[in-house]
């Protein structure tokens, strides 16, 4: 039986190599003064910029007492479920760099789908307004020494074309201290060589490290590593679900979380309390009900702020909606108090995975009978 554990499979324990631990302690000890160090991961897919940015967080923390991670990789994040740009405050070390977790971030949008690819501008515009949110916050001129933030900024593995300039522009705005530039045998698929990035005549400093991917063949050679992707997003959707309940209840299998979810208690949302707005598609006025119906939305706070882009508290499944009461019923597992906060549905392309949906006894526990156009 499939278990709800977010272990990749097929995943050796990870090897440290030398030429990595020597970048990760020049990013963490090289700067002796403040600020702390800013540190972009950059490289082609799976070639291990998540592993690595794991790996130097730990090191980071041997030095400061906690460390910021600005996760811009939407498909793969890091301690969020898909479809997040998040900043994540890191104070504990990471035991097992094979297991991602989830946390719950300090700051969080979310975007509503796996790759930047259908609105670049507005996924640009969330991690510029993260990334300013962790400047305003976290590296004022007053701080103590004792209280600085180091950042470390983990991206996507899309850098070819388009893929390529939103990366450009990202570094060109966080303009950071370490740019940690992972590379693969295959050239084609790197990154070009040097400060890429900068234009000609770039006056700042600017420290670029060269690394090889440790994954390696058996001619000593790094290679990408091939994961099945949808698989494990569903699994940190799941795994994200699971937190409903406690964490002493058996629940150990899919078949079991799905039987859960099924037979949980919905919240009771008023209708006429919130708002629903589509990210990346137009839907007729006639069929938001029917389109929100037993989906995954993001749960979000409206504000005048941030450039109209609303936080995000967590995750959400519409259980079901019933027109006639004007209720729309929820499940998730963002506490209450929170939940009260929450005026602004945000419904993307993360979807409920196919296995949630497939309960005994029940042809889709998610779907409601009395769910009627919008009048």
């Not at 700051?107 to 501008?121: A, H, L, N, Y």
Request: aromatic share 10%; proline share 7%; glycine share 6%.
């Amino acid at each position: 039986m499939a278990s709800i554990t977010e272990r990749e499979e097929a995943t050796p324990s990870i090897y440290i190599s030398e030429e990595w631990s020597e970048a990760a302690d020049s990013v963490a000890y090289d700067s002796t003064t403040s600020p702390p160090p800013i540190a972009l991961v950059c490289g082609p897919k799976n070639c291990g910029k998540t592993t690595f940015s794991r790996y130097l967080l730990n090191i980071l923390l041997q030095r400061y007492k906690r460390v910021g991670y600005l996760d811009t990789d939407v498909g793969q994040p890091e301690f969020t479920t898909p479809g997040f740009l998040s900043l994540t405050v890191v104070d504990k070390l990471t035991p097992d760099l094979t297991i991602p977790c989830l946390k719950t971030p300090e700051r969080c949008f979310f975007f509503g789908d796996v790759s930047s690819k259908r609105d670049p501008t507005a996924y640009l515009k969330c991690i510029f307004t993260l990334y300013d949110y962790y400047r305003k916050e976290y590296c004022k001129s007053d701080s103590p020494v004792e209280n600085e933030m180091p950042l470390v900024v983990n991206t996507h593995g899309w850098v070819k074309g388009v893929g390529y300039d939103i990366l450009v522009d990202m570094l060109r705005h966080i303009a950071p201290t370490h740019v940690v530039k992972i590379n693969t045998t295959s050239e084609r698929k790197n990154l070009p060589g040097g400060k890429f990035w900068l234009d000609e005549g770039y006056g700042g400093q600017v420290n670029l490290i060269d690394i090889n991917s440790t994954r390696q063949d058996s001619f000593n050679r790094s290679v990408l590593i091939q994961k099945d992707a949808r698989l494990l997003r569903d699994l940190r959707i799941m795994a994200y679900f699971r937190q409903c309940f406690p964490s002493n209840l058996n629940i150990t299998t899919i078949k079991e979380l799905a039987n859960a979810l099924a037979s949980h208690p919905p919240y009771q949302v008023p209708i006429s309390s919130i708002k629903i707005r589509h990210l990346h598609s137009q839907v007729p006025h006639t069929e938001v009900f029917y389109s929100l119906n037993a989906s995954i939305v993001g749960l979000a706070v409206s504000s005048k702020q941030s450039e109209n882009i609303p936080w995000c508290v967590g995750l959400g499944i519409v259980r079901g909606i019933d027109t006639f009461k004007g209720l729309l019923y929820l499940i998730s597992p963002v506490p209450p108090i929170l939940l009260e906060k929450v005026d602004l549905l945000l419904q993307g392309f993360i979807h409920i995975p196919t296995c949630l949906l497939q309960v005994q006894g029940c042809m889709s526990p998610y779907m409601s009978g009395n769910v009627l156009a919008t009048s």
